[in-house]
Structures are given as structure tokens and as C-alpha cells.
């Protein structure tokens, strides 16, 4: 009965997760064709608009189409995902956009994925050229064209634009050749635009005349001369400069539709439903059967996740822990300060026992080990609370103290007080001897400068110590 139910019971929660998921894809797909259609109407009209202009004037409206492009690819990868790394369908979209270069950069600003793979691993730090594009690691609405300039890899006169995707997690990078800049000028006719727009198939592009509604141009060339209410499009309640979104029927296909009016031209952009349904199909199908054997193996791989944690956690604690002290060993002390900065305050303190060997000799090595176990402890009861205790070798130990140096005095009391008031099993007191440094004393090439000074103090106490009390060091 119990397995009916959870049979029930996962076949209730597969099927309203796969609706759930057949919602998302419709939302993100009427989402993504909304911004594919906005993009491509835009870039029409940005490059049609410019047609009268100067060639300089051209020129710079042709930076600003390029941003557009790579506004353009951005949309098709994030509605096409699995495009992200395959090399030959980037170079086929480079080809469509009729760019030369397509990279994808991560939030670093490094080349990971793109059309032309010997460029990967190139970051903004990599020259003069690519760091002309720092600003966008600090403004992720920003969008920009570089003039034409030598790039980084092979001195190559190229001009690169770049923008981030819409959820702001990559950069689109598209590259054209200087030579492309002529050749657009002499096609920035009409025709010549819509037919070489960037389309997939199920995707089209019309550009008709504003007070004929005659279609100048077209994707699909046996389209032009024709009228938009002819082949499906209604030109009723189309105003300018405001984006109309409708449903329309054409060649028997149910599309999305798309159109923006300007002073000269009227502009629609069609996107077959079909477009994303295939791929939301498969993408739910592949969920389904995600699920099914999710479900199935949930339990074993937690369990498996849970030890596998465990034991990854008890590593790299042994790694890092000395077996007798239970402080950190010397291989977590040099990754540590290595990692410290000179320009805070904080305070290197090194402990060296006194009398160790001759607590060895008398009473042996427990007594030596129940030495430095309370040294050890002592460290730790006083110091662990404002930073970390280390031992390094056998009666060596460092303390550093990262948080509340102002309160040094009062810890160092604190510890000398539990140090002269501890009595063992084996031996009666004990004694350390120490030395220590503050980051603030002075500007320091380095830690190690800082920690050897501070042996230096703590050999010099251990000196005293000796003189003073009339023991030979050497027993």
C-alpha cells in the first residue's frame, strides 16, 4: 500500500513539475522572442534610417549596428543555450550576422567559448586592445564598440564590440575586419539590408513602405513588392515609434509578429511558434525522464553525497590539524600567511617551551608531550577566540592574532597567568618564552621579515630565561 502511494505520489509531483516546466518554457520563449523581434526591428531601422547620412556619419552608425549585432547573438544564445560552446554553430551564427568573430567572455572579463578557439583564454589583461573594454566589468548596461585597432593575438586591424547577455552572467564579444566597413556602405540599400539580416529559419524579416504598405524588403525575396495585409500582416493601429505585438497567420503558419512604424518604413519581424516548441518539447521530454530517474536515485546519491562530504571534511581537517596539539600544523601555517596583509594590524607571536629536553631526559617523552599539550592548550584557551594557534615543530608554536590587537596586553596577561598556574601529572610547572610583532610597527618587505623578528625577540627571552635562572640550556 505505502508503494502505491509514493508511486502515486511521484507520478503527481512528476506530472505538475513537467507543467509547471511546459509554463516556464512558454514564458521564456514568448520572452525571448519578444527580445529577438525587438532587436532585429531596432537594427533594421537603426541601419535603414542612416541610408542619407555622410560617410562618416555611416561609418559611426555602423558601431553602433555592430552593438546591436552582438545585442542580436546575445538573444539567439540565450534562446538557443546549447549554442553556448558549440564552436561550429557560433560560426555559423558569425556568418548569418555577417561578422567575422564571435567570443564569449565570463564575468572576469576571460575568453572562455567563441567562434575562433585559438583566442580562448584571452582577458581584458591581456593588452592594450582588450583592455579597452574594462569599463564593462564595472557598468553591466553597458554596450561598446571599439574603433578599428590591432588586436591582441596577431596585431590583426579588427573592430570589436561587445555587451552583456540579458541576465548579465557572460559578455557577447563579435569581431568584423575593417574591410567590411566599404562593402556596407555600398549594400546599406533596403533590400540589401532585410535579405542579408541575421535569421533562423522560422524567422522574417519585412520592410514596407510607410503610406503604400508595399514590402521594399524581405527575408524572403518572393515577398517583396507585395502588401502587408496581402500576405497576413494588418497594418490597422500601427503607431509610430511604439512597438505593436499580434498574433498573425501566414503561409498557414501561426506566428508571433512584431512591427514598428518610422517616418519612411513600416517594419515587422515573424517568428514561427514552432520555432521554440520543438525545443521546449524535447527540453520537457528530457525533464520527464530526469525525474523519473531522479526519483529513483535521490536517496542513494544523498547518501553518497553525505559521506563523501563527511569524509572530504575529516581530510582536509587531518591535513591541516596537528595530530597531538589539535592546533593547526605548520602545512596550514604556511598557506595562511601567505595570505596575510601587511597593510592591516595584526600581531605575529612565536612560543618556544623552555626545559623541554630536560623534562625528556628526567621524566620522558609523556612528560614532554604533556609539556607541549598544555602549552598547547593554553595557546588555544587565550588566543584561538581573536586568531589562530600553530605548531610548527616540536616545541614551536605561533599564535596569530588577527581580530582585536588593541586587547593584546590584557590576552598576553591572561596567558602568562595560566601559564605560571599550570601543574601537570608528570611535571610540575612549565614555562614559554616568547616574542612578538605587530604589522603596524613599521612598513615590512614581507610576513617572513615580520616572523623573524619576532623569533629573534622570543630567543632573546629565551635567553634570559636561562641567564636568569642559572640552568643550562643544553640539559
Not at 391 to 398: A, L, T, Y
Request: glycine share 4%; proline share 1%; hydrophobic share 40%.
Amino acid at each position: 500500500m505505502k508503494k502505491k502511494k509514493f508511486i502515486v505520489l511521484s507520478v503527481a509531483i512528476i506530472a505538475i513539475a513537467l507543467l509547471l516546466e511546459a509554463s516556464i518554457f512558454q514564458y521564456f520563449n514568448d520572452k525571448n522572442a519578444y527580445r529577438t523581434s525587438t532587436v532585429l526591428v531596432d537594427r533594421v531601422l537603426t541601419v535603414l534610417n542612416k541610408n542619407d547620412e555622410s560617410k562618416n556619419d555611416l561609418i559611426e552608425s555602423l558601431k553602433e549596428d555592430y552593438k546591436v549585432r552582438a545585442k542580436a547573438v546575445s538573444y539567439i544564445i540565450d534562446a538557443k543555450p546549447q549554442v553556448e560552446n558549440d564552436i561550429e554553430e557560433l560560426q555559423q551564427i558569425a556568418q548569418l550576422m555577417m561578422i567575422d568573430e564571435i567570443h564569449l567572455l565570463d564575468e572576469n572579463g576571460a575568453i572562455y567559448s567563441g567562434s575562433v578557439p585559438k583566442y580562448f583564454g584571452y582577458s581584458f589583461d591581456s593588452g592594450e586592445q582588450m583592455s579597452y573594454f574594462k569599463p564593462m566589468l564595472n557598468d553591466k548596461n553597458l554596450t561598446m564598440c571599439q574603433d578599428v585597432t590591432p588586436n591582441t593575438s596577431e596585431g590583426k586591424d579588427m573592430m570589436y564590440a561587445i555587451t552583456w547577455n540579458e541576465d548579465k552572467t557572460k559578455m557577447i564579444q563579435v569581431g568584423i575586419a575593417p574591410k567590411r566597413l566599404l562593402n556596407e556602405i555600398k549594400q546599406n540599400t533596403t533590400s540589401n539590408v532585410v535579405a542579408q539580416m541575421p535569421v533562423y529559419k522560422g524567422i522574417e524579416i519585412f520592410a514596407a513602405n510607410t503610406d503604400t504598405k508595399v514590402i521594399e524588403g524581405a527575408t524572403d525575396s518572393n515577398k517583396i513588392g507585395i502588401k502587408l495585409d496581402t500576405i497576413g500582416i494588418s497594418t490597422k493601429h500601427i503607431t509610430k515609434d511604439k512597438l505593436l505585438i499580434k498574433h498573425v497567420k501566414i503561409d498557414g503558419k501561426h506566428c508571433r509578429c512584431m512591427i514598428k512604424k518610422s517616418e519612411e518604413l513600416i517594419i515587422a519581424v515573424t517568428i514561427e511558434d514552432a520555432f521554440y516548441t520543438q525545443g521546449s518539447l524535447f527540453a520537457t521530454l528530457i525533464v520527464g525522464i530526469y525525474l523519473v530517474l531522479a526519483s529513483c536515485c535521490m536517496i542513494y546519491m544523498l547518501s553518497r553525497l553525505i559521506k563523501e562530504r563527511f569524509e572530504k571534511e575529516k581530510l582536509l581537517y587531518t591535513s591541516n590539524t596537528d595530530e597531538l596539539t589539535k592546533c593547526f600544523n605548520r602545512r596550514a601555517y604556511e598557506a595562511n600567511i601567505a595570505k596575510l596583509d601587511l597593510n592591516k594590524t595584526w600581531i605575529y607571536l612565536s612560543i618556544d617551551l623552555n626545559e623541554l629536553k630536560r623534562a625528556n631526559d628526567s621524566y620522558g617523552h609523556a612528560a614532554g608531550d604533556e609539556l607541549i599539550c598544555a602549552a598547547a592548550d593554553c595557546m588555544k584557551h587565550n588566543f584561538q577566540d581573536y586568531g589562530s594557534v600553530y605548531r610548527i615543530g616540536g616545541d614551536e608554536f605561533v599564535v596569530l592574532i588577527t581580530k582585536q590587537t588593541e586587547c593584546f596586553e590584557k590576552m598576553l596577561k591572561t596567558f602568562d597567568d595560566s601559564i605560571a598556574n599550570w601543574h601537570g601529572k608528570l611535571v610540575d610547572s612549565m614555562t614559554v618564552s616568547y616574542g612578538y610583532v605587530f604589522s603596524s610597527e613599521k612598513s615590512w618587505d614581507s610576513v617572513y621579515e615580520i616572523s623573524k623578528v619576532a623569533d629573534q625577540k622570543m630567543y632573546q627571552s629565551k635567553e634570559c630565561f636561562y641567564r636568569e635562572s642559572g640552568l643550562n640550556r643544553r640539559r
